[in-house]
């Protein structure tokens, strides 16, 4: 009998629950997890007592959460010391000389990369530059985009740092047998790469699809347009009239944007915008418009008595692409909602959304992780809106404010970082715990100032933080209660009732199914939510089978993270799903095959590495 309880009967009633929710998108995955982890201290499955084994309190100092954080930590220093981008520049200067080139190279850097480093600022930081080399060389981008991602998912699994996924299916594990090292999973990790490289530039590279990114859908030689500035005078006919009343709202070839007042940007919507002598009214609109508006809506931004407006200064408007990524302030708000035109000073043209590009009626539409947005308005402004959090700039690669003269030292506790997780324990190198390690190297990168203290804690990604800890919790009632290993139990004699079966390949055929079952799971769901729940379910299989669990364990792993057939199963596909304009099958049909042929690698050579 699988539930022996009420406990285990309510845990898997919760169980559903939060996969639905994961599923269903009910609420934010983070906030899913902590629910369910607090539920179960209701329910009594969990406690918060002191010096218990099942409290609760013990996951918030379990390892994975920690390094996890750290990680964030050393890949933001990385970052903030133009380390990062000193290779994409490097990558831009050597890989543009021929497509197959760029592609080989691009693959090959970023699957380096993301072994060591957290993969998502390193896609972030290559997007931009591949899309600037697509756009001058002809190339196109969604042959391009994919690939990136794909090589970010396969890097990470060459060490156990790679990816959270790994460090929270062997933050389980360590406690139950021998603690996996940084480089042991490397020998699979490295083929994962070498297959996924060779398919990308054969099968992969043909299945590729051809599609349009957003900016491309206009023609921003012939769309070109200027802003223009002018004041309104004293005595103006404007002066105490309320725009949506004025001539100017009733102008079609040029329009207003925004209007200051006292240097600052009035906040108002602009037809409810009164205008006061002395506002800066910033009009935009081709520049043929702007001179001749006068003879086609009796409107004259230069100099026109009759309005009394006094013209100040006529710009180029930028036109780029920007994609809100999971921190964003503007997630789950609309356009409208925002008053973007007048807070931001710029205007959205267009909207891209799972495969769809919006041109009419998205301002009332609430905006999403993924989104990329066409974004049209003056030098200043658009700088301004790409220097915020809300947006990553995919026009051109972002220069911050590098400190490049403190990269030694983030190299320095990168390499003492590897030199220790990979020789810990030999050669007189003594050994310590990857959280120590990780603990230690944030601290350095900190006090060596390659990073401040508030830019660093800014730089975790909290939400994830706070999803494993609550996983993790669901993964010890899971354990606790009994129902891990009830589960195990009726797996293993589900398999037991194969009498066809040979004993001897049972084991394997139960590694190929945990595999697969991460595999789907993590399409659907959060990596690390599937790492969390299935590790324990492994651990307790290879036990009631009598075989070593650590193959099962390396399956969930790889399993977990190999996410290639759907743009929301890693947050790297999410990222290219809207800059290179796929749409949503684009990336089954080519992650797919890739998927399956990892699988068969997957269960071929794990029982040769970890024997049973």
Not at 442 to 449: D, E, G, S, W
Not at 495 to 520: E, R
Request: hydrophobic share 50%.
């Amino acid at each position: 009998m699988i539930f022996e309880d009420g406990h285990q009967i309510f845990l898997a009633v919760l169980l559903l629950v939060v996969f639905a929710a994961f599923v269903k998108e009910w609420l934010s995955a983070e906030l899913v997890a902590i629910g369910g982890l607090i539920a179960c201290v209701f329910a009594g499955v969990l406690s918060v007592t002191p010096g218990m084994e099942n409290n609760a309190l013990q996951v918030f100092a379990h390892p994975a959460p920690i390094t996890v954080a750290c990680m964030f930590i050393m890949s933001a220093a990385l970052e903030r010391t133009g380390v990062i981008d000193s290779l994409g520049s490097w990558f831009e200067e050597v890989a543009a000389k021929s497509p197959i080139r760029m592609l080989v190279i691009m693959m090959l850097l970023v699957s380096g990369l993301s072994g060591f480093v957290n993969n998502t600022p390193v896609v972030v930081v290559f997007m931009p530059i591949v899309l600037g080399i697509c756009r001058r060389k002809g190339y196109t981008a969604s042959r391009y985009l994919i690939p990136l991602s794909y090589a970010a998912v396969v890097g990470g699994t060459v060490t156990i740092i790679g990816t959270s996924t790994n460090l929270v299916a062997a933050g389980i594990a360590n406690k139950v047998m021998t603690p996996f090292t940084m480089f042991e999973i490397t020998p699979l990790g490295v083929t994962f790469v070498v297959v996924a490289f060779f398919y990308m530039l054969t099968i992969g590279r043909k299945l590729l699809p051809d599609r349009v990114t957003l900016a491309s859908l206009i023609d921003t030689e012939a769309s070109r347009e200027f802003i223009t500035h002018a004041f309104v005078k004293e005595g103006s006919p404007l002066d105490g009239q309320l725009f949506a009343e004025s001539n100017l709202a009733g102008v079609k070839k040029a329009r207003v944007i925004e209007v200051r007042r006292d240097g600052q940007q009035v906040v108002e919507a602009l037809p409810e915008v009164r205008f006061q002598a002395g506002d800066e009214i910033v009009f935009k609109g081709r520049i043929q418009a702007l001179l001749g508006i006068k003879k086609n809506a009796d409107v004259d931004v230069r100099g026109e008595e009759k309005l009394g407006l006094e013209d100040v200064r006529t710009e180029s408007a930028l036109l780029m692409e920007g994609i809100l990524g999971p921190e964003s302030t503007l997630v789950g708000k609309s356009l409208k909602e925002l008053n973007f035109r007048q807070r931001f000073g710029v205007l959205i043209l267009a909207v891209h959304r799972r495969g769809e590009n919006l041109r009419d009626r998205f301002e009332e539409e609430r905006l999403e992780f993924g989104d990329t947005l066409l974004v049209q308005g003056p030098a200043e402004k658009m700088r301004e809106l790409f220097e915020q959090k809300d947006f990553i700039n995919l026009s051109e690669p972002h220069h911050s404010d590098m400190r490049t003269e403190k990269s030694k030292f983030v190299l320095i506790a990168l390499a003492a970082f590897i030199l220790f997780g990979a020789f810990g324990g030999n050669f007189g190198i003594p050994a310590v715990p990857t959280v120590l390690l990780a603990l230690s190297c944030a601290l350095f990168v900190m006090v060596t100032r390659c990073i401040d203290p508030s830019e660093a804690f800014q730089s975790v990604e909290w939400k994830v933080v706070f999803m494993i800890c609550g996983m993790l919790g669901l993964g010890m009632a899971m354990s606790q209660s009994g129902l891990a290993e009830n589960l195990a139990k009726g797996v293993v004699s589900g398999v037991d009732s194969l009498s066809f079966v040979d004993p001897g390949m049972k084991p394997y055929i139960m590694l190929a199914a945990f595999y697969l079952l991460a595999n789907i799971m993590t399409e659907m769901i959060s990596n690390n939510a599937v790492a969390a729940l299935l590790t324990p379910l492994a651990i307790y299989v290879g036990v009631q089978m009598g075989v070593d669990a650590r193959p099962f364990v390396v399956s969930v792993m790889f399993g977990a993270s190999a996410s290639f057939c759907t743009p929301i199963g890693y947050q790297t596909n999410t990222f290219v799903y809207g800059a290179g304009g796929y749409k949503f099958f684009d990336f089954f049909k080519v992650g797919f095959p890739l998927s399956l042929i990892l699988w068969l690698v997957a269960s071929f050579m794990i029982p040769m590495l970890w024997p049973f």
